[in-house]
């Protein structure tokens, strides 16, 4: 098993910035792709940005240009930077940690980001 621990959320006015941090834990080997995604109230999950072990890294249409996914792969531990963060930027967003190897996936238990001025 894998346990996933986010870090860093909170309240942040708009256009201001918030670092995430996910560590991973226990049976870390083997793990190919760590990243975020996150749920505002009412919706569904959906992506926001991921990163392999290699260093390629893939994001939403909505964190391009705004948000940096960044990974230590020495720590088991996963990233993001998010700038010029808007309202609807608030949700609980949730570390995730992929082994492609039997296509086993592991989540965080979420932290809460809110925008608000």
């Known amino acids: 098993q894998v346990q996933l621990v986010e870090s860093g959320g909170g309240l942040v006015q708009p256009g201001g910035s918030l670092r995430l941090s996910c560590a991973a834990s226990?049976?870390?080997?083997?793990?190919?792709?760590m990243g975020w995604y996150r749920q505002a109230p009412g919706k569904e999950r959906e992506l926001v940005a991921t990163i392999t072990t290699g260093g390629n890294a893939h994001y939403a249409e909505s964190a391009k240009g705004r948000f940096t996914v960044s990974r230590d792969n020495a720590k088991n531990t996963v990233f993001l930077q998010m700038n010029i963060l808007k309202p609807e930027d608030t949700a609980v967003y949730f570390c995730?940690?992929?082994?492609?190897?039997?296509?086993?996936?592991?989540w965080g238990q979420g932290t809460q980001v809110t925008v608000s001025s």
């Open positions: 226990g049976s870390t080997a083997n793990i190919n792709v």
């Open positions: 995730y940690a992929l082994k492609w190897v039997g296509a086993i996936d592991y």
